[in-house]
């Protein structure tokens, strides 16, 4: 790797690390997939690079939230919260009798409400209202840490122009 790649790598390992850390500390973590999907990806481009960081698309809407009126309900959606309901154990704080499991019924009844609920009021949703505290995870990891990444990307370009220059001085001490 060169002074580039390592300077974009440094600033992407700090964004995916204090990302999935926010990612925790907002509870997006029930089954952990859209954590373990985040990797780092460094890509040659003409003369340059460019990186990325790789997840579940979902991860988006984790950061930015869904609209209301963009909020689709579908079969997929539905089984997807019915999962969440199960892992996060809901099921077992509801119910008939408090710690009774809800019955399949009703687990798909509370996870049509929760569809319903977003597509009304847009994802986040804490409680039945809007909750932006559950947003962010990578827009404010990216603001926070602004001043830190401008600083490698700089120190990263500055190494590189000294290599290059110090490459050129030996190509011309060689012609000489």
């Excluded at 947003?135 to 590189?160: H, Y």
């Amino acid at each position: 790797m060169n002074e580039i790649q390592d300077g974009l790598t440094e600033v992407l390992e700090i964004i995916k690390k204090e990302g999935i850390a926010r990612l925790l500390a907002q509870g997006h973590d029930a089954t952990g997939q859209g954590i373990n999907t985040l990797s780092i990806e460094i890509d040659n481009i003409g003369n340059g690079f460019r990186g990325s960081l790789i997840g579940q698309q979902y991860l988006l809407a984790q950061d930015t939230g869904i609209k209301s009126v963009n909020y689709r309900i579908s079969r997929t959606l539905i089984e997807n919260l019915i999962e969440w309901i199960r892992i996060k154990g809901l099921y077992t704080q509801m119910g008939a009798k408090a710690g009774k499991p809800l019955t399949p019924n009703r687990t798909r009844s509370l996870a049509f409400a929760i569809a319903k609920t977003h597509s009304v009021k847009g994802m986040h949703t804490t409680g039945g209202s809007h909750d932006s505290s559950k947003q962010g995870w990578l827009s404010k990891t990216i603001d926070e840490n602004e001043l830190r990444i401008r600083t490698i990307i700089e120190e990263a370009g500055f190494k590189f122009f000294e290599s290059m220059i110090q490459s050129m001085v030996i190509e011309a001490n060689r012609n000489k």
